[in-house]
């Protein structure tokens, strides 16, 4: 059986034998069962990383340590609101603050804990501990970002909608008559989408275009 380690744009964390293309983590959020109890982060830096680093294998529920978890790509991760690793991915993560330097104005690229901490006010509701999601324009939404619709999580893209599962992309829509959507990707993801970052995204996303 699967662990409960794959993430959904949604935030949950489900146990699926779905591939992905990014890992990541949120802190400790499993026991020595290897199950995860109700906590869904350790800390503010949620971030997706590569699943090779230099050949080095790791159990990925290492007693205490950490809990790694799994991504479709990366605009599920952004929806559910990690961001680049400043580590393994240095050069996507150097493209997504200079992308969230740019959407804000500022001078210089803002450090990890300052867009940690604006993603995290973001992402949770405070009370609820869930999913915090906008209405806006569809038409205003940068390739990249996700939505639900028809109850289910779907990627925008090339200005037309995508549906997301764990076996790819669906065809794409263009849904007659909706002018706004529930948008799953936090306002700070949106905004570096916007000024230009490009998400990793799954081939079948752009082979449903051809």
């Avoid at 949620?46 to 790509?73: E, H, N, Q, S, Y």
């Avoid at 690229?109 to 993603?119: E, S, Y």
Wanted: glycine share 8%; with cysteine.
């Amino acid at each position: 059986m699967p662990l409960q380690n794959r993430v959904l744009p949604t935030q949950e964390i489900v146990a699926d034998p779905g591939r992905g293309l990014l890992m990541g983590n949120r802190g400790s959020l499993h026991g020595p069962d290897r199950r995860l109890g109700t906590t869904r982060w350790r800390s503010k830096a949620w971030i997706c990383c590569v699943l090779d680093w230099k050949g080095i294998r790791r159990d990925p529920m290492p007693p205490g340590r950490w809990t790694a978890l799994f991504f479709f790509d990366e605009a599920v991760a952004l929806a559910a609101g990690h961001r680049p690793c400043h580590y393994c991915r240095r050069r996507d993560f150097l493209n997504y603050a200079g992308a969230w330097a740019q959407a804000r104005n500022l001078s210089e690229r803002p450090r990890a804990a300052t867009m940690d901490a604006q993603l995290h006010s973001e992402r949770v509701e405070p009370r609820t501990r869930r999913q915090r999601t906008t209405v806006q324009p569809l038409a205003d939404l940068p390739d990249g970002a996700m939505i639900r619709y028809d109850g289910s999580p779907a990627l925008i893209l090339d200005h037309q909608v995508l549906p997301w599962s764990w076996t790819g992309y669906g065809e794409p829509r263009r849904p007659p008559g909706l002018h706004e959507a529930e948008v799953l990707t936090p306002p700070a993801n949106l905004a570096v989408l916007q000024a230009g970052f490009v998400p990793l995204l799954h081939p079948s996303a752009r082979s449903q275009l051809r």
